[in-house]
């Protein structure tokens, strides 16, 4: 990886694209620190403290930190991702928007450009709930329809403004922007949580317990990193063979290829659908006060939260993590069916005189892919399931509490090796004189060594 980001900074485009990318960046931590104006960041922070919840924590770590300290980028680009799932989710609901997909890149523009007027509108609708909402339990100074108006008007131009960067960075930068964006926010809240690590399990012992503890969360981290990377990158190939035609005196057809079905099809969709079904209640609760009490309510609640499962002392509730990994079981299955048509692919590849080896064309075909994709969706979720639950059992057993875990981590880890992916391939593109010249003469010229 290190070696392909070197070998990036000797091409010219590929170096200013970098460097595009590196001052969006820059000017996304930057407006990440500009506090909202008239609002009391103390209030916020106070207000998140005394929750017993992780849903502020989850959400505060998509927005780097924005949101507990109220700056204009508070919503960050989270009702650009909640739009973007919804736009998918509607894709299949609605014939109109299907057509769209599939009349190529103008039909993707369209849907683009619904999907930022759709964000635009959730900004708007979260931005008025907040103001509203904390405005009158003292988020700002002086609570009236002036500030408040400010307060809507700051925070949904600066969500649509990190959407705006995060599409100029696709543009002339370097990889996805909107997930560029996301990954930034995200880091910046790891070296608190190593500073949390550090002060709880190795500040203060002695030298032969702090040090074991140090190795201990360094080899968790490099474990469930280097899973994840097997994870994301683990695949199906299921072979193809073509039906070789002769027209004249040319042959056509007759090539082998495959079908690559991911391991994790559906990436982390279900983690988050699932993460955000279980806390919702949570946040309900928390704004009306209750879930606090003894009663059978405020018990389910507690089961819900994540803090309490893996707990030695209330075992009980970790019943709420067996619903947790039900559910994202659930939506990998769900949101894999909405997005991969195997009936689709059967046809298209009968009408190009495709077929897979020892599976008639058709309905078996059909039938096939269906049962390999069943398998792979289970492989693929019980993966997510145990990144997930990894940082849940520490957190319950050794109070170890930070704002990354398995989310997070899959998101960091699937961003950067696509990033890479995208920087090799526009290198490749580049450097092709080794394609084109037999010389030996010339393949000092081609940085990829052809």
């Not at 000797?10 to 170096?15: F, G, L, Q, V, Y």
């Not at 928007?97 to 999907?115: P, V, W």
């Not at 309490?308 to 990998?332: E, K």
């Amino acid at each position: 990886m290190l070696e392909t980001v070197r070998r990036a900074f000797h091409i010219e485009d590929i170096r200013k694209r970098l460097f595009y990318t590196f001052v969006m960046l820059v000017v996304v931590r930057l407006g990440s620190q500009l506090p909202t104006p008239g609002v009391d960041p103390t209030y916020i922070q106070n207000f998140f403290a005394n929750q017993t919840g992780d849903a502020f924590n989850f959400f505060d770590a998509f927005t780097g930190g924005s949101f507990t300290q109220m700056s204009v980028f508070a919503l960050s680009i989270t009702p650009y991702i909640t739009s973007s799932i919804i736009m998918q989710l509607l894709t299949i609901a609605i014939p109109k928007l299907e057509e769209m997909q599939k009349e190529g890149e103008d039909g993707r523009k369209k849907i683009a450009a619904i999907t930022r007027y759709v964000t635009v509108a959730l900004a708007l609708i979260e931005s008025i709930a907040m103001a509203v909402g904390f405005g009158r339990q003292g988020l700002l100074v002086e609570y009236n329809f002036v500030n408040a108006a400010i307060v809507v008007c700051t925070l949904t131009a600066g969500s649509a403004f990190l959407m705006w960067i995060g599409e100029r960075i696709t543009e002339k930068g370097v990889g996805n922007g909107i997930s560029i964006v996301l990954l930034i926010n995200i880091i910046s809240r790891v070296p608190n949580d190593f500073m949390t690590l550090f002060e709880q399990f190795v500040k203060g012992k002695t030298l032969a317990k702090g040090g074991l503890a140090a190795i201990i969360i360094i080899a968790v981290l490099l474990v469930v990193v280097v899973f994840v990377i097997i994870l994301q990158g683990g695949e199906r190939r299921i072979a193809v063979q073509y039906s070789q035609k002769v027209q004249g005196r040319k042959t056509y057809g007759g090539q082998s290829t495959h079908i690559p079905l991911k391991v994790n099809t559906a990436g982390v969709i279900p983690v988050i659908f699932a993460s955000s079904l279980m806390q919702f209640p949570i946040v309900i609760a928390s704004f009306l006060g209750k879930g606090n009490g003894t009663g059978i309510g405020s018990q389910i609640l507690k089961a819900m939260n994540s803090n309490n499962w893996c707990n030695p002392d209330n075992l009980i509730y970790s019943l709420g993590l067996v619903v947790y990994i039900a559910l994202t079981i659930f939506f990998a299955y769900f949101y894999t069916s909405i997005t991969f048509n195997p009936l689709e692919i059967a046809n298209n590849m009968k009408k190009s005189g495709g077929f897979i080896p020892g599976i008639r064309p058709g309905k078996p075909t059909v039938e096939y892919l269906q049962k390999i994709l069943n398998y792979i969706i289970f492989i693929g979720a019980c993966g997510l399931v145990i990144v997930q639950v990894i940082p849940y059992f520490f957190n319950g057993v050794f109070k170890a509490n930070v704002s990354f875990g398995g989310t997070s981590l899959i998101i960091i880890v699937g961003v950067v090796l696509e990033t890479i992916k995208q920087i090799e391939a526009q290198m490749l593109v580049r450097n092709y004189t080794g394609f084109l010249n037999s010389k030996g003469s010339s393949m000092k010229n081609s940085f990829l060594g052809y």
